[in-house]
């Protein structure tokens, strides 16, 4: 199964700064032109949010500060400038094995 | 706009079955998508279960494939979850979802709310 990795497990930035979160694949997630990689926000007491899609496309009603770069293996989550709601855990997904689609291990984001 | 809203038992004995409901309001689950359970570990790793399609065909995690069983009761816009032989290693927050398009598009756009089962003598 495709293992993700993301890196940091936890970040602090300060509000109005640049936060850079990444997810590596242990293997491709690339297939038919696609990259089957995306992105959620969770709060506590709260289900995951999809963010991103497909690596780079917005959810529609997601602000424009969040998105998604990457390919291959070696995706990042950026969200430029941090607000102050943003304060969250960021999980990858990617469903490029089927039937195993599987999630990353998180990354904690604080407001500085 | 769709709904989803699981209900069930919260507390499971060891060695027993799990069984959880997903009533989707909005949308039937006859119509298209993929209607699917996803876990939540204490510590927060998520694992998607399986899924049950608009059609009635299924797909499951290989790890928990001797385990599993997803189900759907068409007149009330439910499906279910049986979860067999469990372990306190099945305590989890349970959620039921769609994906987001067709029967492909496998990743999550709606998401129930979550119900947490704990698994204990």
């Known amino acids: 199964n495709i293992v993700l990795t993301q890196s940091p497990a936890s970040l602090a930035v300060s509000l109005g700064q640049r936060a850079t979160i990444s997810c590596r694949a242990s293997?491709?997630?690339?297939?038919?032109?696609?990259?089957?990689m995306h992105w959620y926000q969770q709060k506590p007491g709260q289900p995951p949010k999809l963010l991103i899609y497909l690596a780079s496309n917005l959810e529609s009603g997601v602000p424009a500060r969040f998105s998604g770069s990457g390919s291959r293996t070696d995706f990042t989550l950026t969200i430029d400038p941090v607000e102050a709601d943003d304060a969250a855990t960021y999980y990858c997904q990617q469903n490029n094995e089927d039937p195993l689609y599987t999630f990353g291990g998180g990354t904690k984001l604080e407001i500085k | 706009d769709v709904q989803l809203q699981e209900s069930g038992p919260g507390l499971v004995k060891p060695s027993q079955s799990l069984s959880l409901t997903c009533t989707v309001t909005?949308?039937?689950?006859?119509?298209?998508?993929?209607w699917n359970w996803i876990r939540q570990f204490p510590g927060n790793k998520l694992e998607w279960m399986g899924y049950?399609?608009?059609?009635?065909?299924?797909s499951y995690n290989p790890s928990l494939k001797s385990r599993i069983s997803i189900t759907r009761d068409t007149s009330k816009n439910q499906f279910f979850l049986q979860l067999n032989s469990v372990t306190t290693e099945d305590t989890a927050t349970y959620y039921c979802?769609?994906?987001?398009?067709?029967?492909?598009?496998?990743?999550?756009?709606?998401w129930g709310q979550g119900t947490l089962v704990t698994v204990s003598a």
């Open positions: 049950i399609s608009y059609s009635g065909s299924t």
């Open positions: 979802a769609r994906n987001y398009y067709g029967s492909s598009y496998m990743w999550f756009a709606y």
């Open positions: 293997e491709s997630v690339d297939s038919y032109g696609n990259s089957f």
């Open positions: 909005g949308y039937s689950i006859t119509s298209d998508y993929a």
